[in-house]
Nanobody
Framework: VQLQASGGGLVQAGGSLRLSCAAS????????MGWFRQAPGKEREFVAG????????DYADSVKGRFTISRDNAKNTVYLQMSSLNFEDTAVYYC?????????????????WGQGTQVTVSS
């Protein structure tokens, strides 16, 4: 599956953004999906994941209660709704696919990372 993330931008602290990840390929609906991010000088980290059916989700502690991951298998798209953004959320955000949610959470993805989308939160 090939992925293209979009929807990033510049937002003030406390604001919201919605990221989208469009997928190509017949395997999207059977793949778990995840969002990851990488801030300057830091390693890429898990942000949120969702099972192939959309019934199960998981989040990094730093975003729980602020971010919501969802998917639309009919549109081959996964979303990340981000609210109450703060400076520490500034990063390049990537989406990725994996065999199941458990492996997504630990970063064992099976798709290329793609270019990602930049999210910048200003104070």
């Amino acid at each position: 599956v090939q992925l293209q993330a979009s929807g990033g931008g510049l937002v003030q602290a406390g604001g919201s953004l919605r990221l989208s990840c469009a997928a190509s390929g017949r395997t999207f609906s059977s793949a778990a999906m995840g969002w990851f991010r990488q801030a300057p000088g830091k390693e890429r980290e898990f942000v949120a994941g969702i099972s192939w059916s959309g019934e199960t989700t998981d989040y990094a502690d730093s975003v729980k209660g602020r971010f919501t991951i969802s998917r639309d298998n009919a549109k081959n798209t996964v979303y990340l709704q981000m609210s109450s953004l703060n400076f520490e959320d500034t990063a390049v955000y990537y989406c990725a696919a994996g065999p199941d949610l458990r492996r997504i959470v630990v970063g064992r993805t099976t798709s290329d990372w793609g270019q990602g989308t930049q999210v910048t939160v200003s104070s």
